[in-house]
């Protein structure tokens, strides 16, 4: 398992992971490309620094919940390169049968929460979770990735209001920025207004990120962990980066020639 802290390392992990999830997206033209191409460098850096584990069972073990579980290919992806799971078994994608479905389900071992509810949802069992560490005298973390379309749920804002009322440091919500969601463009759908505004005034010291740079999400993170106050991570990412075709736009799909095509160009210096 990895615990790199060179930023060159993070980056050739993230250009290994974005070459899987296209491969993925040849074969399974079913899964949400588009999102799981802009949370990628978001969980690299947390896989890649050992801040999550994959077959981590200990008590104090540290909690990965990706809230927009349609994005799970990027976990599958940065499995495949730790060993966890076989190229084959990544072709296998959603396939009648396949561990390795398009939603992250507990009967993947290696999976925390299964997250394939309604949206939003990932955020309050993150609060529950983090407020049960907190009693018990666990000093595990709570990482919740959420996608920015899912903040239109209510219960997104009163979990996050809770975890201001019981202080929970041990929480860290990270919110993939990218300003779509699969309804058009998050303004257009429902604005959230000014969203480092509204979390300060809950009582988060907000942190505001390039979600695409492993450096900057690296030190934010480091300060976050360091910090034992309420802290919310926004990251400001691209929907469906490293794909011209579909960056910045609703789209979750590619065909197979185009997805095969990209798997051949992306290079990772190896």
Known sequence: MWAVRNTGELRRLACRARRLVLLMAAY???IHLGSSLSVLEILTVLYGT????FLDGSAAKNWLILSKGHAVHAIYALAAISGIVSIDELRETGSLGSVLQNHPELGVNWIDV????????????????????KRRGSNGRVYVVVGDGELDEGQTYEALATAAHYRLGNFIPIIDYNRVQLDGHVDSVRSKGDLQRILSGMGYTVHAVDGHNVEQLAEVLDEVDSSDALNAVIAYTRRGKGV???EDTPVQRIPRDLALQLVSQVTCDE
Request: proline share 7%; no cysteine; charged share 10%.
């Open 28 to 30: 399974d033209p079913g």
């Open 50 to 53: 050992g801040r999550v584990k």
């Open 114 to 133: 299964a997250t394939s509810g309604s949206l939003g949802q990932g955020i309050s069992i993150g609060v529950g979770i983090a407020l049960g560490l």
């Open 244 to 246: 011209p075709q579909i």
